[in-house]
């Protein structure tokens, strides 16, 4: 029985939740468009990361950003950047991670990114720092093209914005 | 005898074994994706899924047609709803499209009439009556490109802090109006009062100025 209790409560603490500091974290996209060029950044990052207590390693994250809460300093393109995606019927994109791998000192994770419906598995890679009072800081690039999410890219004039969406993120995660 | 019926034995433990680790690797792919959506709903909250269907702040002339309680609420076709607001918001790009196409058309008609204008204040009578046809076409087109931004469905979310080239554009649109509606005013009165012909004049070279400038403006 003592064996049973001490094996439970161990494995129950084997793995440790961090959630995102909202305050801190942002996630931001940049795009072309033959008359200009553009930043939305989003500070309403929701994300969840599960550390392995004994390692500290990263072992899964989960990750979900309202595409309203993009601003780019203009809201008729933001507007037109939701009527693009399908905001009303896919208001969020999340990312869930499949597996962590390191390489050479280079961290990399792969999952599975949800946008306008349409899921692709995609591999990003990241740096990970933490402070000393146990915050984690996960940053990181990576890019996509809209078509491969079944998004017609936004126009304005008659010209349509370049197809690739070029993303970064810089997340903290705090006990 | 009996070393056939242990092999046989063996086979059928290794046939079943495989079958198993088959059966695993499903389970496990289950497994992960279970792993992984329970992760994610974590965080997905009610405030996470909802999507506000209309801004807080809007025009009046929007409010009027499309707000909760518009117009055009009280039309089967128009009650507000999530699929609703999508075919809404398709209304309004292809009334943004055909604004930025009539306003191209307008600014064109200014241009002319500038060069109309110019000879006619100089003196030649003779295009007078071109001059006035061409102000009811640039008129038409005008308030035209006017009404379809002001009467379209509203955008999907409130304005932004900060500077931004829209609304610049939209402060442009207040100047060139209000010298649309002088140009026009005093134009009814150059019969009577020919000395009001270089305010007439001002107005109208403003309210090209103005639109050029509010049309340039969104390039940024």
């Known amino acids: 029985m003592v064996v049973a209790l001490t094996a439970t409560f161990g494995y129950a603490q084997a793995t440790s939740k961090l959630m995102s500091d909202t305050g801190k974290s942002y996630i931001r996209y940049a795009m072309s468009h033959p008359l200009h060029d553009w930043e939305g950044t989003s500070k309403d990052v929701k994300a969840v990361v599960v550390i392995d207590n004994n390692t500290k390693e990263i072992q899964q994250t989960a990750i979900a950003v309202k595409v309203s809460t993009f601003d780019s300093h203009n809201a008729n393109r933001d507007s037109h950047m939701m009527e693009a995606t399908d905001a009303i019927k896919y208001p969020n994109v999340t990312f869930t991670s499949t597996s962590f791998q390191k390489d050479q000192g280079q961290e990399t994770v792969t999952g599975d990114l949800t946008f306008h419906g349409i899921t692709h598995s995609i591999t990003v890679p990241i740096e990970e720092k933490t402070a000393k009072n146990g915050e984690i800081e996960v940053t990181g690039k990576f890019a996509v093209k809209m078509t491969d999410y079944k998004i017609d890219p936004p126009s304005l004039l008659g010209m349509a914005a370049d197809d690739n969406i070029k993303l970064n993120f810089d997340i903290f995660f705090k006990q | ?220």
């Open chain 2, 1 to 220: 005898m009996r070393i056939r019926t242990i092999l046989f034995i063996v086979t059928l433990f290794l046939s079943v074994g495989q079958l198993s680790a088959q059966t695993d690797t499903s389970k496990v792919q289950s497994d992960t994706t279970k792993v992984q959506n329970d992760l994610l709903n974590s965080i997905m909250t009610p405030q996470q899924e909802h999507v506000k269907l209309l801004p807080d702040k809007y025009p009046f002339t929007q409010k009027i047609l499309w707000g909760q309680k518009g117009l055009m609420r009280n039309f089967n076709a128009f009650q507000l709803s999530p699929e609703e607001r999508e075919k809404e918001l398709k209304i309004r790009r292809t009334m943004l499209k055909m604004h930025q196409a009539l306003g191209f058309v307008t600014l064109a008609g200014m241009a002319a009439q500038g060069v109309v204008g110019y000879k006619l204040y100089n003196g030649d009578y003779s295009i007078k009556g071109l001059h006035e046809s061409l102000a009811a076409g640039v008129d038409i087109a005008y308030f035209s490109t006017a009404a379809l931004a002001l009467f379209a469905p509203p955008k999907m979310l409130d304005e932004r802090k900060g500077y931004s080239s829209i609304k610049v554009h939209k402060i442009l649109a207040i100047v060139h109006f209000t010298s649309m509606i002088a140009t026009n005013v005093l134009a009814t009165q150059l019969e009577s009062h020919p000395e009001l012909k270089p305010y007439h004049r001002a107005a109208a070279l403003t309210a090209f100025g103005s639109l050029a400038a509010a049309m340039i403006v969104i390039k940024f």
